[in-house]
DNA sequence: CACCCCCTTGACCAATATTGACATAATTAT
DNA sequence: ATAATTATGTCAATATTGGTCAAGGGGGTG
């Protein structure tokens, strides 16, 4: 039964949990003694397993009361169109560059027009104002990145 | 229902008051005793929860007949209600703090819940991954004040 | 055998909550 | 006026969590 994968059980017992509610919320000590692992072992656990890219929202609170919450996102319809965007979307990416990519995503009706003017606003040179302009291309690609990731997953929360 | 942290029940038993009202007044000694905490961490909870940034006012009055005023800042007109979280906005700004932001501005209407996730995405540690720490919270104020600045412009408008 | 990938561990770091001693301000009594 | 009383404010120490990172372990693969 058990997996001599201590990693694949926990992450096995978060999902059973996850199948019918759509978050999650540990305590991480918790659950570190319950499968008798280390807690730093439960941060491998969520780094490798439930991060953003397999559609996981982690969020935690440390301190008196604290905890980490898994909350899961449903797959988009059509997430085959988004994908080809982030595999072409180069390292450095110019201002000019983000706004067609926001305006392909507005006409894909991905974005609403606002949403689109929003983002745009922080992808701007003057909200990125890093020292080299070739740093702030690279931090431009990784805002897309982010943002193209996350709209692969819809959220189920209110 | 009750968290294990009493500072978020402090925290909801105000806001459920203020859901009804759009101001409470307390007197800091009966609350603590309430909650059976030290007074002093009333005043924990309202400068960690009900700070400019979450869309709050606090005045206060000591002495006899004191009391603890928390005002929501709705009141105000909304280009006055940006600029008060512009001008409140620290040089370095946390993820919780930015999430603060956009909650507060999500409870105004003045953003949808996701333009604020899309927001939130592009403020995350992920996608603002640059050497410093430090560095890293002073992108994020720009970025929000850049938000902020046209959200002030866009209300002009009207 | 050499290498690589993933898992596991623990030392150290960071953030949040709680408490209490002491300070400050406003009101009331003398 | 002055003192006593009644409130809230500040700050630093301590407690209570979760986060990061780098080193080591173990099994498969070329």
Redesign the interface.
Known sequence: MADSNMSDNIEAYLKQILQQANEVEIRRAEIARRFNVVPSQINYVIKTRFG?ENGYLVESKRG??GYIRIVKMALRTEPDLIDEMRQSLPEIVSFRTATAVISSLYREKI?TQ??G???L??L?K?????GDVA?QGQ?RA??LQ??LN??RFE?ERD
């Open positions: 953003a008196g009361g974005l606002r949403e003017e929003l983002l606003t922080m701007s003057e909200a990125l104002a890093v740093i931090l990784r805002l982010q943002l996350r709209l959220s």
